[in-house]
């Protein structure tokens, strides 16, 4: 039995535990409203404070889109490892789980080192999920992208993003990484076979002292056929926040090719080594359309085995050559499409002579069209219209004439500007399309091809949670906003008004210096009268002469900032306003020192026309320029993370026309097949196309097959 | 069934380059919600020099991390979706400028700092 004391003390410590707990709850409701999942839907951890809930660490979880690359993956598996090390199964700690983290996944570089310009930026979450048991599950999302402004804008860029989206989303031009790239290819048609080979590369980070930025191997080959082509490439990019020039990149390149391609009813083959030059310009026209163009210099030999072959007029069958290749093109990218057009002179001579003995035209215009139809399900539809003309003064190597077919031939060799040169049709394989009235191979042509394809079975690139998170995206477009802002300070720094502002900033640091020395002699004369006035007088004029004397000669800032904080009448900046308030306001107002008046008076007269200036700048011009070069990487950005998968089975329809002259007739192809990517790793098209108004000794029709695979040494 | 995510902790990287490709500034802001009820925004300000244009950017030479006054939270969030062109400006000319006097010792570190966050003041 108890006694009364005792019931009375454990009554009282009832009550004191009864107090103490509601307390706790109030202290705990005030600083942290919930650190328990209550009044919630279950498993949400929102407004829970898992640390003093005392929650523990379930799981964890990387989400980096381009974790498919193998290189990616491997920092991704190593942050991981760290992150499981340190949090797993531990209690819960927000230093741990978010500060530490997020230093490991910083230290493993994400966005790897690149040596032309681009636009970078990186985005970082760290979520917690799934807070169930007393368990919670954390998930680490980064998302970090490089893109080069201008190329964007080119059609063969858009193939890329959709074949190989690590490429335009800068994610391998890795400094570190190996210089060697190789990627084995292989297509069939029944002219051909199966052909096989490759393309080696050897990019190193510096070409010795050459201007050059890498040397490659390509080569493909069957029974029937092979094609070699070794080059040195070169390039140069502007400056993506240097504006300036409206030369946005250019590259040269060496090159030396030799092939030999059967056409049914003999070869054609030939051997050259060509130099060759091109150009991109900066957006123009409000950034809708971007120019190129470039230039070669050509000479080798054509040769044919004949076999039943018969030779046009004016047409030999073995010669050597000399050419001169000029050529340009428009481009234009929008939010969907895509749309350019490539023209291409050639001049030839038969032998090493100064004369035209051949010209060549050639027209080629793409338009590219792709729509999500639901959610990534994207319907893509590639247009492509190809015409050509060869006049012939002299002679020329039989060849050099149109050949047509499955194949495609370029008029430049340079994988980032194909301008087609020949009737493709893929109903019929490859040169075999190629008998006109006068002989083998053509003088004339045309071909329009239709390839549609929708992706029906598919897994985005960026995960769905992110591409529907408005504020992800949103942060995501502010990086391309933060890059075409300062873009539009670059812009503004050109302004003829800044210019003028810029050859009075000696003046005003003249003007300021001989005020504080002024002000320097007077304080001294007046002792300790009026401490505080001199002191804010000094501070001002001290705060603007180090902003001038910055703007004159950069320490570690930009001119313009400096010039327009300086000039501003924001009070939170060191200002030149300050100075006329703080010396002949505040100072001279009791002083009454005609010296001083007359040299504040000089420095607030250069502040006035400074300003006057600096407001003229036009920088509605500014930011209309910025956001031009910038359009074509807005559009890449939202195509990467709107429109691109991971992987894609979609099949596809076909249609060709085609057309060789003199009087060679018209062919018509449809087709249809099917198309399975997987980012990065391979591509693969398989399809047959009916010729349905076939010509002599001609087929019926034409398996197309082309497979590309990924660069075997990442 | 799974939940919808909660954001305890975000962090964003604007890399600003001067005309003259000499200089670089890194300019993050990070979100931290991880004192429970109160969100704490943190400028993370680096700046980077090279002598030549074909140098690569060593170590950054100065590294300030400024916690954000609350009373500009909202600014914070708001330039964490783009910085403007004020804000770019003043990111590479004061904020630069300041961050390296203090490092040179001619100004305080909480003068600097003042002026990196002064950033999200500019429109």
Same mark, same amino acid.
């Not at chain 1, 039995?1 to 109030?26: E, G, I, Q």
């Not at chain 1, 590639?382 to 003309?389: Q, Y």
């Not at chain 1, 071909?447 to 949670?465: D, F, I, K, Q």
């Given at each position: 039995?108890?006694?009364?004391?005792?019931?009375?003390?454990?009554?009282?410590?009832?009550?004191?535990?009864?107090?103490?707990? %509601?307390?706790? %709850?109030?202290?705990?409701?005030?600083?942290?409203?919930?650190?328990?999942?209550?009044?919630?839907?279950?498993?949400?951890?929102?407004?829970?404070?898992?640390?003093?809930?005392?929650?523990? %660490?379930?799981?964890?979880?990387?989400?980096?889109?381009?974790?498919?690359?193998?290189?990616?993956?491997?920092?991704?598996?190593?942050?991981?490892?760290?992150?499981?090390?340190?949090?797993?199964?531990?209690?819960?700690?927000?230093?741990?789980?978010?500060?530490?983290?997020?230093?490991?996944?910083?230290?493993?570089?994400?966005?790897?080192?690149?040596?032309?310009?681009?636009?970078?930026?990186?985005?970082?979450?760290?979520?917690?999920?799934?807070?169930?048991?007393?368990?919670?599950?954390?998930?680490? #999302?980064?998302?970090?992208?490089?893109?080069?402004?201008?190329?964007?804008?080119?059609?063969?860029?858009?193939?890329?993003?959709?074949?190989?989206?690590?490429?335009?989303?800068?994610?391998?031009?890795?400094?570190?990484?190996?210089?060697?790239?190789?990627?084995?290819?292989?297509?069939?048609?029944?002219?051909?076979?199966?052909?096989?080979?490759?393309?080696?590369?050897?990019?190193?980070?510096?070409?010795?002292?050459?201007?050059?930025?890498?040397?490659?191997?390509?080569?493909?080959?069957?029974?029937?056929?092979?094609?070699?082509?070794?080059?040195?490439? /070169?390039?140069?990019?502007?400056?993506?926040?240097?504006?300036?020039?409206?030369?946005?990149?250019?590259?040269?390149?060496?090159?030396?090719?030799?092939?030999?391609?059967?056409?049914?009813?003999?070869?054609?083959?030939?051997?050259?080594?060509?130099?060759?030059?091109? *150009?991109?310009?900066?957006?123009?026209?409000?950034?809708?359309?971007?120019?190129?163009?470039?230039?070669?210099?050509?000479?080798?030999?054509?040769?044919?085995?004949?076999?039943?072959?018969?030779?046009?007029?004016?047409?030999?069958?073995?010669?050597?050559?000399?050419?001169?290749?000029?050529?340009?093109?428009?481009?234009?990218?929008?939010?969907?499409?895509?749309?350019?057009?490539?023209?291409?002179?050639?001049?030839?001579?038969?032998?090493?002579?100064?004369?035209?003995?051949?010209?060549?035209?050639?027209?080629?215009?793409?338009?590219?069209?792709?729509?999500?139809?639901?959610?990534?399900?994207?319907?893509?539809?590639?247009?492509?219209?190809?015409?050509?003309?060869?006049?012939?003064?002299?002679?020329?190597?039989?060849?050099?004439?149109?050949? *047509?077919?499955?194949?495609?031939?370029?008029?430049?060799?340079?994988?980032?500007?194909?301008?087609?040169?020949?009737?493709?049709?893929?109903?019929?394989?490859?040169?075999?399309?190629?008998?006109?009235?006068?002989?083998?191979?053509?003088?004339?042509?045309?071909?329009?091809?239709?390839?549609?394809? =929708?992706?029906?079975?598919?897994?985005?690139?960026?995960?769905?949670?992110?591409?529907?998170?408005?504020?992800?995206?949103?942060?995501?477009?502010?990086?391309?906003?933060?890059?075409?802002?300062?873009?539009?300070? =670059?812009?503004?720094?050109?302004?003829?008004?800044?210019?003028?502002? %810029?050859?009075?900033?000696?003046?005003?640091?003249?003007?300021?210096?001989?005020?504080?020395?002024?002000?320097?002699?007077?304080?001294?004369?007046?002792?300790?009268?009026? &401490?505080?006035?001199?002191?804010?007088?000094?501070?001002?004029?001290?705060?603007?002469?180090?902003?001038?004397?910055?703007?004159?000669?950069?320490?570690?800032?930009?001119?313009?900032?400096?010039?327009?904080?300086?000039?501003?009448?924001?009070?939170?900046?060191?200002?030149?306003?300050?100075?006329?308030?703080?010396?002949?306001?505040?100072?001279?107002?009791?002083?009454?020192?005609?010296?001083?008046?007359?040299?504040?008076?000089?420095?607030?007269?250069?502040?006035?026309?400074?300003?006057?200036?600096? *407001?003229?700048?036009?920088?509605?011009? &500014?930011?209309?320029? &910025?956001?031009?070069?910038?359009?074509?990487?807005?559009?890449?950005?939202?195509?990467?993370?709107?429109?691109?998968?991971?992987?894609?089975?979609?099949?596809?329809?076909?249609?060709?026309?085609?057309?060789?002259?003199?009087?060679? /007739?018209?062919?018509?192809?449809?087709?249809?097949?099917?198309?399975?990517?997987?980012?990065?790793?391979?591509?693969?098209?398989?399809?047959? &196309?009916?010729?349905?108004?076939?010509?002599?000794?001609?087929?019926?029709?034409?398996?197309?097959?082309?497979?590309?695979? #990924?660069?075997?040494?990442? | 069934?799974?939940?919808?995510?909660?954001?305890?902790?975000?962090?964003?990287?604007?890399?600003?380059?001067?005309?003259?490709?000499?200089?670089?500034?890194?300019?993050?802001?990070?979100?931290?919600?991880?004192?429970?009820?109160?969100?704490?925004?943190?400028?993370?300000?680096?700046?980077?020099?090279?002598?030549?244009?074909?140098?690569?950017?060593?170590?950054?030479?100065?590294?300030? @991390?400024?916690?954000?006054?609350?009373? !500009?939270?909202?600014?914070?969030?708001?330039?964490?979706?783009?910085?403007?062109?004020?804000?770019?400006?003043?990111? !590479?000319?004061?904020?630069? @400028? @300041?961050?390296?006097?203090?490092?040179?010792?001619?100004?305080?570190?909480?003068?600097?700092?003042?002026?990196?966050?002064?950033?999200?003041?500019?429109?």
């Amino acid at each position: 039995m108890r006694s009364k004391f005792p019931l009375r003390l454990w009554a009282a410590a009832r009550v004191v535990l009864l107090l103490s707990c %509601v307390a706790a %709850v109030c202290l705990a409701q005030t600083e942290k409203p919930k650190v328990i999942e209550q009044d919630q839907v279950a498993g949400s951890c929102e407004g829970i404070d898992l640390e003093k809930a005392g929650f523990t %660490v379930r799981n964890i979880r990387m989400d980096d889109p381009f974790d498919f690359l193998p290189w990616v993956k491997a920092r991704q598996k190593r942050a991981a490892a760290q992150i499981t090390a340190l949090i797993k199964d531990k209690p819960f700690t927000y230093s741990d789980a978010a500060d530490k983290a997020l230093e490991i996944i910083e230290n493993e570089n994400f966005l790897p080192d690149t040596s032309d310009a681009r636009v970078k930026f990186r985005l970082e979450f760290v979520t917690v999920a799934n807070c169930m048991n007393g368990n919670v599950d954390l998930i680490y #999302r980064i998302y970090s992208t490089q893109i080069r402004p201008v190329l964007s804008a080119r059609p063969e860029e858009r193939v890329k993003e959709r074949e190989t989206p690590q490429d335009p989303a800068g994610q391998t031009t890795v400094v570190a990484a190996s210089p060697f790239h190789f990627t084995p290819i292989a297509s069939y048609d029944s002219t051909n076979l199966l052909s096989g080979g490759g393309r080696f590369e050897f990019r190193p980070r510096k070409f010795w002292k050459l201007p050059l930025k890498s040397a490659s191997i390509q080569g493909e080959a069957s029974p029937r056929m092979h094609n070699v082509v070794a080059a040195l490439e /070169g390039a140069y990019d502007s400056e993506v926040e240097a504006g300036g020039g409206w030369l946005a990149h250019a590259e040269w390149m060496l090159d030396f090719a030799h092939y030999s391609l059967p056409t049914g009813a003999g070869d054609i083959r030939g051997g050259h080594l060509t130099a060759n030059f091109s *150009g991109v310009t900066k957006p123009l026209f409000n950034g809708n359309v971007s120019l190129r163009f470039g230039g070669s210099v050509e000479g080798g030999n054509r040769q044919t085995e004949l076999g039943s072959l018969i030779l046009a007029p004016d047409t030999v069958p073995n010669a050597g050559f000399g050419m001169v290749k000029l050529y340009g093109a428009m481009d234009s990218r929008f939010r969907s499409h895509i749309f350019s057009a490539s023209y291409g002179l050639e001049l030839g001579s038969v032998g090493a002579a100064a004369r035209v003995d051949w010209h060549k035209h050639i027209l080629d215009a793409r338009h590219q069209f792709w729509y999500s139809l639901g959610n990534h399900h994207l319907l893509d539809v590639e247009s492509r219209f190809t015409l050509g003309r060869l006049r012939v003064p002299g002679t020329v190597p039989l060849p050099e004439r149109f050949f *047509g077919g499955r194949n495609e031939e370029f008029l430049i060799a340079n994988d980032d500007w194909q301008i087609r040169a020949n009737p493709v049709i893929r109903a019929i394989p490859g040169n075999r399309f190629f008998q006109t009235d006068e002989g083998a191979g053509g003088r004339d042509f045309f071909s329009y091809n239709l390839t549609a394809a =929708y992706g029906v079975w598919r897994a985005t690139l960026v995960p769905e949670e992110l591409t529907t998170d408005d504020d992800f995206k949103s942060e995501l477009e502010g990086a391309i906003t933060t890059v075409t802002s300062t873009l539009q300070n =670059y812009y503004s720094s050109k302004d003829p008004h800044y210019n003028n502002v %810029v050859s009075q900033l000696p003046a005003m640091q003249t003007a300021l210096n001989d005020l504080k020395t002024a002000v320097a002699a007077t304080e001294t004369s007046h002792g300790d009268q009026f &401490a505080d006035q001199f002191k804010a007088c000094t501070r001002a004029v001290n705060g603007a002469l180090r902003r001038i004397n910055s703007a004159i000669t950069p320490q570690g800032a930009d001119p313009f900032g400096l010039i327009s904080s300086v000039l501003s009448d924001d009070p939170d900046e060191i200002q030149l306003l300050k100075v006329n308030q703080a010396c002949e306001v505040d100072l001279n107002g009791a002083l009454h020192d005609a010296n001083i008046t007359a040299l504040t008076s000089r420095v607030e007269t250069l502040r006035k026309a400074m300003t006057a200036e600096f *407001g003229q700048i036009d920088a509605e011009r &500014a930011q209309k320029r &910025a956001t031009a070069d910038l359009a074509f990487t807005r559009r890449t950005l939202n195509t990467l993370f709107n429109d691109v998968n991971i992987y894609s089975i979609s099949p596809v329809f076909v249609f060709d026309v085609a057309k060789i002259g003199p009087f060679g /007739g018209t062919r018509y192809g449809p087709g249809a097949g099917i198309r399975f990517e997987l980012a990065t790793t391979a591509h693969f098209t398989l399809g047959y &196309a009916w010729n349905v108004k076939r010509g002599p000794g001609e087929g019926r029709g034409n398996i197309f097959f082309a497979i590309g695979v #990924r660069d075997l040494f990442h | 069934m799974a939940t919808k995510a909660t954001v305890i902790k975000m962090k964003v990287h604007f890399e600003l380059n001067t005309p003259n490709g000499l200089r670089r500034v890194i300019f993050g802001l990070e979100k931290d919600a991880t004192s429970g009820t109160t969100v704490t925004w943190t400028i993370n300000f680096q700046l980077f020099e090279r002598a030549k244009k074909t140098d690569p950017y060593g170590d950054a030479i100065v590294t300030l @991390d400024v916690e954000v006054d609350k009373a !500009l939270n909202a600014k914070a969030e708001k330039a964490a979706k783009g910085l403007t062109a004020g804000q770019s400006a003043h990111a !590479l000319g004061p904020a630069a @400028d @300041d961050a390296k006097a203090a490092e040179d010792g001619e100004i305080d570190q909480e003068d600097a700092q003042q002026t990196v966050q002064n950033t999200l003041k500019k429109k």
